[in-house]
């Protein structure tokens, strides 16, 4: 399995080149539709060229989303810049493969590690096209509410980008215009504070024009209740409790959001853009056009051993992650694959060979049956960036941090009352939990949210941002490993205007 290198985005972005993902919007009542076409454009027109009329606008901010389920965004660079680190993952796979996942695991990665570059280049490639939508599109004479939505919704995507990044690697360049100048080209590294404040200011814009559904040809794109939850938990890293209440609370309360009942079905292919989904990434299988309408997320953590569809065991559940569920919890096998069992769609899940995992991230499966397109396993399925079930428990999280564990407590029961009603005994599972101790609720929130959102990529930084990785991540994980190196190749070929974090 070779890892997959790219050229620096920050040297690349003067190019103007519109590389366009998914070039023609399928007029069809299909929830994918609007990142799914057949008939890619073969070249890749200038902007000055490009930018001229509404069909223009609509490719370009098709093209953002094809973009978000690249190899870089959802596969293994992302594994292991947002799962590697925790305690939720090991490596998985056999012991030779792909063994730079174990730097991850285990804090000793290089500068030089390749999926330092390519995830970096996968966010930057977002931004690249957020920026083209951005800086055109205001430009084109067309309808003036379309024009604002377009905008908006590149904006949300470039603060999800933004938001990968500052987490991920803390300084970083903030571009927020297709460079025009050489230094522009070059950027130095802003602080946090900045791309924080620039991630906010998206947001703001973005809730203001998007609207809170849609129809069923562009369903999956933003949303005003995305812009307000991605907020909110960007207030969350933030510690800005009032506005991580402020914004739940108006997700919470638009109505348009609900915990879909069956937690393991709502991770299957029939429940894709539920009413849990506040924003997940749209992927389909198109044949003969693989390339930019599916993913490989769920091909790279599938079953290493299941035949037919046979993926390669990355990502592997710990053990540590299942005693973490309490007795009966259902969400344990919707949320870990154990071989030698049965799933519920009736697959018989191999017991391990050559040194294979015994365990796979259930959340990212797809039944055999459907799982093999064109050798790239579960290539339509979606990932799930925000459910609802996250805006509760922020809610609950917020709530009680400023000292109302009444709300808090009811959040976090809401959740806790879908699973239990999921499990083979509700009368004694998942009791609910009275505490109104602050610091008691606060431990329960966080157990919630770790077994609610296990295997979904949010633990590790989840984990530092509540100050608690010296104690869970153990004696190997220093405070420097809050943030991951910049790339070395992104400083080379900046010819140093970037600067290494401290510690690498």
Known sequence: MSQKNKRSPIRILSGFMLCIASGCLLLTSCSKSFTSSQDALLGQPSSSQFFKTAADATSAVNSIYGNLRSYPNVAIPAVCIESMGSDDAIKGSVPSDATYFNLYDNYTVDPSEAQLGNFWSGQYQNINFCNQVIDNVPNINMDASLKARYVGEAKFVRAYSYFRLVRAYGNIPLVLKVPSTAAEQNPKQSTP????????????????????????????????????????????????????????????????????????????????????????????????????????????????????????????????????????????????????????????????????????NMKSYVPFAIATLSGNQGAGQNIRVMRYAEVLLMNAEANNELGNSGPALAS?????????????????????????????????????????????????????????????????????????????????????????NPGY
């Open 412 to 500: 976090l029961e809401e959740v806790r009352a879908r699973a239990r009603a999921n499990s083979t005994n509700p009368a004694t599972t998942l009791p609910a939990v009275t505490t109104t101790d602050q610091g008691g609720l606060r431990t329960a929130i966080y157990h919630e949210r770790r077994v609610e959102m296990g295997m979904e990529n949010d633990r590790y930084f989840d984990v530092i941002r509540q100050g608690r990785a010296a104690t869970i991540f153990g004696p190997s994980w220093k405070s420097t490993n809050a943030i991951w190196p910049i790339p070395q190749v992104e400083i080379d070929n900046s010819g140093g205007v970037l600067v290494q």
């Open 193 to 360: 504070d900045v791309v924080y404040a620039a991630i906010e200011q998206d947001l703001t814009d973005a809730a203001t024009v998007l609207p809170a559904t849609y129809g069923p040809s562009d369903i999956g794109r933003a949303t005003k209740g995305a812009a307000l939850g991605l907020h909110a938990k960007v207030a969350m890293y933030l510690k800005k409790w009032s506005d991580v209440l402020n914004y739940t609370n108006q997700v919470i309360t638009s109505g348009v959001y609900h915990l879909y009942p069956d937690y393991y079905r709502l991770f299957r292919y029939a429940n894709e853009n539920s009413s849990e989904s506040v924003f997940e990434i749209q992927c389909d299988y198109v044949p003969g056009n693989t390339d930019i309408s599916s993913s490989q997320y769920s091909q790279i953590q599938g079953d290493r051993d299941a035949s037919p569809s046979a993926g390669f065991g990355l990502n592997e559940p710990t053990n540590n992650l299942v005693a973490e569920f309490e007795p009966g919890d259902p969400r344990l096998q919707g949320t870990v694959m154990m071989a030698g069992t049965t799933t519920p769609d009736g697959d018989v899940v191999p017991q391990p060979n050559q040194n294979a995992p015994d365990k796979y």
